[in-house]
């Protein structure tokens, strides 16, 4: 039912180096620091950006919900993951938040969490895949994308 991720070498560690502010719809890459290492050291109160060796592709009936690995939160490091929709694929993009004073150490080639994969009864109606979403078949650490919203035109019935 679950499967332990093992982190990439490839990280992206965040900086407050350029006193911009962090805008989701505005995002600034030089807002991080790339490092290609066995281990990166996440600055308190900051975080760092990392991507899974393995390469996902879910099928169409389940939902994959990633948990943290219990060593790191009991060090004070979170991870966090959106879930991947039915008929996503990838490379997972992971975050590791650093919610301490001190720095903290995460390694590359390791457990970095853990993927639960919830299998539905049946196929879902509408796919990741469908909707031909923004960050399928990502590869490397992949940072936020911004699409413009097209305005919809909705029938009243």
Known sequence: YGYDIRCASQFK?????????????????????EINADFCIIPPN???LARTIEYFRIPRNVLTICLGKST???????????PLE??????????????????????ANEGGCQFLFLKGDGPCEVSYRD?????MGQRGVTLPKIIEKHTAIHKVI
């Open 13 to 33: 560690i965040f900086t407050n180096i350029n006193s911009t502010i962090v805008d989701p719809k505005n995002f600034d890459p030089k807002n991080f620091v």
């Open 46 to 48: 900051s975080f760092a």
């Open 72 to 82: 790191y939160a009991r060090c004070g490091i979170i991870v966090n993951v959106t």
């Open 86 to 107: 039915p008929e996503w694929e990838g490379h997972v993009t992971l975050e590791f938040s650093n919610t301490t004073p001190l720095p903290a150490k995460i390694y």
């Open 131 to 135: 909707r031909q979403g923004k960050y």
